[in-house]
């Protein structure tokens, strides 16, 4: 499901359903919404995350103030943190239960904070070209990073570009790996032949094994089946 993304007059919601502790069926369970307030991650906010491995923690990404942060389950939020990225705009998150980590891709590239201290975000960017957020964009713009469920948390796989079309995003479609949680990286392939000029990723996930599915805008379906090494469009867009 695609969440709306213009939220800069449009309070974050949260869904209350203390009651379900009382009744244990679906049918007794009250559900009441109550806004909380914008957590204040710009004009648009392009994901919404619980921390699977700790529920009470929600990540909120924004295209202009960072990251936003819930400890208490979404009943308040930190202030956004502009300034500990390169770049304002934040897309997606990944969360390492091994490493005890949370990623977030962005404009500028990936960052991590640990999941005991999440307001606190590191850049990992070794081997991957400069930001020039003013005149040149940004050449490793990410939309998601990917664990490898198989690798302890040690090997990571990131898809390039913006699903919003950012056109200060350079390299849309380029696929980056790390084998040593992030530390350093290098520039494996495209997910798209070079006959797309543009291939922002909107989705991705890693399946079984070595295979690795994203959804690409104005290209499809394409699937690795050696992790993120090779793609092949598998569904072009105009049959899905």
Known sequence: ???PTRAATTAVFA???LA???HPTMADVSLIWRPLGE???GGDITAVRINPHNTTQIFIAGDMLGVGVSMDGGRSFSSPNASSFLSYEAADFSFDPVLRRVYVAT???PYYSNMSTPLQWQSIREGMPA???VYGG????MQIILIDPASAGRRLVALGGSKRGWARVHNAGTVWESIDAGESWRNISRVAP???KSANVMAAAWSAGETVWAAVKGVGMSRSVDGGLTWEVRWPAGQI
């Open 138 to 141: 940004y050449p490793a713009a």
């Open 107 to 109: 404009a500028s590239g």
């Open 20 to 22: 379900a502790r009382a």
């Open 131 to 133: 930001v020039d957020s």
């Open 1 to 3: 499901m695609q969440l």
């Open 39 to 41: 957590p204040g991650c």
């Open 15 to 17: 869904l209350a359903a």
């Open 194 to 196: 070079a006959s797309y």
